[in-house]
C-alpha cells in the first residue's frame, strides 16, 4: 500500500463531524410562548388569590346587615374550596411546566396537548364559580333593595330581574372565559402548534 492509499483510508476512517438535527432550532424556538404562558399563570394564580381574600371582606365593606354575615361565609367557604380544587390542580401544572425543557418532538408535543387540557379545565374553573356570582348578585340586590322582594308587587319583578341576572351571568361567563383563555394562553398554544405543524412537515 503506497502513501495515497494510506492516506485516504486515513481519511474514510474519520467520523464525520457531529451535526445538530435541523429542526432543534424551531423546537428550541417553542420556549419563548411556553415562557409566556408560565408567566400569565403565575401571575393570575396570585391575583386570583388576592381576589378572594379581598372578597371574604365584602361584608365589612359593604356594610351587610348581622343576619346576613353567616349565610354569606357558609357560601363563601364552599367558593374558597372550589377556588382551592382548582387551584391547586393549576399550580401543579405549572410546576410541571416550570421543569419542562422542550429538546425533543416528544416532549413538545407532550407539553402542547396538556397546555390544551388545562385551558379547558381553566374554563370549568370559571364555569364553577358562575352560580356563586349569581347568588352574590341576587343577594346583595335583596340587601340594598328588600322592599322590591318582600312586597307583591315586587315579587314579580324580583324573580324577572333574577332570570335576566342568572341569563346574563352565564352568557358573561362563557364569553368572558373565551376571551381570557384566548388572550392570555390559547394564542401561545397555537404559536406552539405551528412550530409541531412545521415539524410535522420534514
Known sequence: MDFNELQSAWNNDHPNPASLPHNLDRIQSANTPLDRIKKNLKNEFIYQIISIVILGFAPAFYAFPQNAILPFYLMFAIFVAVCIYYLVKLYLFYRRLAQTTLNTKDSLYETYYE??????????????LTPFLILFLIGFWYLKMPETVLSE???????MAAFCIVVFCILFMGIALEWWVHYFYGKYARELKKVIDQLKEE
Open 115 to 128: 397546555i390544551r387540557i388545562n385551558m379547558e379545565l381553566y374554563k370549568t374553573f370559571g364555569f364553577a
Open 153 to 159: 308587587s315586587g315579587n314579580h319583578t324580583f324573580l
